[in-house]
């Protein structure tokens, strides 16, 4: 072997690269959502990125759908964070344990997980305790249990602020519908339909929440009837021509039923006690009109009948306004009275005198009647006129002695028109002729100052006696 030939050095082995990044702890870090995995391996850029887009998402899950599939969403990008940084660290076969590092990550990662975890069950406790109080309408309660849902069950668990937010509505609609129906029972069918309009609204609109509604009747129709019967009646007026739903709303069919019919004989007799005839005669009449068969219907009845005669004598009192010596408007619009007795053939039939007094007065007290209950007959009387002449005689002429004058003496003719108080009807027109005596030796008469005597006038009235005056009337009273 010559010494030129030198041996080959032989090349130094090249040493391992021992891997650097955690695949677990970058993929816990980006299971934060804020990119920590990233930043482990150091893409400061990628850690920015998926922080932002993290962001975005919640925030569009918070304030923007709140709906199952925009969690799913947010689960589908945290899902490939998570995946993407594992990959990038190399995965199952490239990668190095680095407990630092997954000790970061879990530091980082766990306390988020743990806060939603802790913030969704919180809110799934939450959320049961409204669906029972929702079953159970129970608003209070509900309302209650929705004022603990915070920001951060809102990010955990963004459906159900969505559920949790109707059945706030739901129970704010029906607040304000209640106000309207506790209005409503005063009488203001302003505030009934409102109140029935939000009720029907919470229905249509927010399913799952009909037995809240249920509730608000409940206490609406516990309402029922109020301290005013005629309050009652106007609500029961209104919730009967309501127009049927096909809802829980029509179950105030059965509330009226129920009510009315007392509401209304409360209200007539109310409005009896008023004096208002008219009024209480139509609730009267109504209970028997759309009632029939009722328990009450006889003291409606009854009260009808009461509420017609006050009608009744009400207008006749109207008709005869006004002091007894003039004619009434009765005399020219006769009016019945039916609780008046009848005029009846061989009784005294006590009578009510308007017109000229000057001899009715005179008739017994027994005849004339003080007051329109009391009375059978209204008579309107007249002016006295000339009746019958009974007897002619002669009396001195102041002109000439030799020619007498001659005086016919004639009876006091009344004319009267008798009205039988029960009916209204005219039973008698005719004149009532008083008689009385004539012929006196001394015939007085009257001689207007200034003029010429020339003697007594050539017809005179006789002079009647009290006893003449009944006489004359006594058929009048008691029907002849």
Request: charged fraction near 20%; glycine fraction near 8%; aromatic fraction near 8%.
């Amino acid at each position: 072997m010559s010494d030129d030939q030198t041996n080959p050095v032989p090349e130094p082995e090249p040493k391992s690269v021992v891997p650097s990044h955690d695949p677990l702890a970058a993929a816990l870090g980006n299971a934060s959502l804020i990119g920590v995995g990233y930043l482990m391996l150091g893409r400061l850029r990628l850690a920015v990125a998926a922080t932002l887009v993290s962001a975005v998402l919640v925030a569009f899950l918070v304030w923007g759908s709140r709906s199952v599939w925009a969690e799913v969403v947010v689960l589908l990008w945290w899902l490939a964070l998570v995946g993407h940084a594992w990959f990038l660290a190399g995965g199952r076969g490239q990668g190095a344990v680095q407990r630092d590092q997954r000790l970061v990550a879990l530091a980082v990662t766990v306390p988020v997980l743990l806060a939603v975890g802790i913030l969704r069950f919180d809110a799934a406790r939450i959320e049961r305790t409204v669906t029972e109080a929702r079953q159970g309408g129970d608003c209070t309660r509900a309302l209650t249990a929705l004022d603990r849902v915070s920001f951060g069950h809102r990010v955990a668990d963004a459906p159900l602020t969505v559920r949790g937010e109707r059945s706030a509505e739901a129970c704010q609609r029906l607040r304000t519908a209640e106000e309207k129906l506790d209005t409503g029972l005063t009488g203001d069918t302003d505030g009934l339909k409102a109140g029935f309009d939000g009720l029907a609204s919470v229905l249509a609109e927010l399913p799952g929440h009909e037995k809240m509604v249920d509730t608000t009747l409940e206490r609406f129709f516990g309402g029922l009837p109020t301290r005013d019967p005629c309050q009652t009646v106007a609500v029961t007026d209104w919730l009967r021509q309501r127009q049927p739903t096909n809802n829980a709303l029509d179950r105030s069919a059965e509330v009226v039923a129920r009510t009315a019919p007392a509401a209304l004989v409360g209200c007539a007799d109310n409005l009896m006690a008023a004096s208002n005839w008219e009024a209480a005669r139509t609730r009267y009449q109504q209970l028997l009109d759309q009632y029939p068969g009722q328990e009450l219907n006889a003291r409606a009845v009854e009260g009808v009948k009461r509420a017609g005669l006050a009608i009744e004598l009400a207008n006749v009192r109207r008709l005869l306004e006004g002091p007894t010596s003039t004619r009434p408007e009765y005399c020219t619009k006769p009016a019945p009275y039916s609780a008046a007795a009848p005029y009846t053939r061989g009784r005294t039939n006590r009578a009510l005198f308007y017109g000229d007094e000057e001899y009715t007065r005179k008739l017994p007290a027994a005849w004339r009647a003080t007051d329109v209950t009391a009375a059978v007959l209204v008579v309107c009387v007249s002016e006295k006129e000339y009746g019958t002449t009974v007897r002619t005689c002669p009396y001195e002429n102041k002109i000439s002695s030799r020619f007498p004058t001659y005086v016919a003496f004639r009876k006091i003719a009344i004319p009267v028109q008798a009205y039988e108080l029960r009916t209204g009807k005219l039973v008698v027109n005719a004149k009532v002729e008083i008689s009385g005596s004539s012929c006196p030796r001394v015939l007085t008469y009257t001689r207007y100052t200034g003029l010429i005597d020339i003697g007594p006038p050539s017809e005179v009235y006789v002079t009647a006696s009290d006893a003449n005056v009944r006489s004359a009337f006594r058929s009048l009273i008691s029907r002849g």
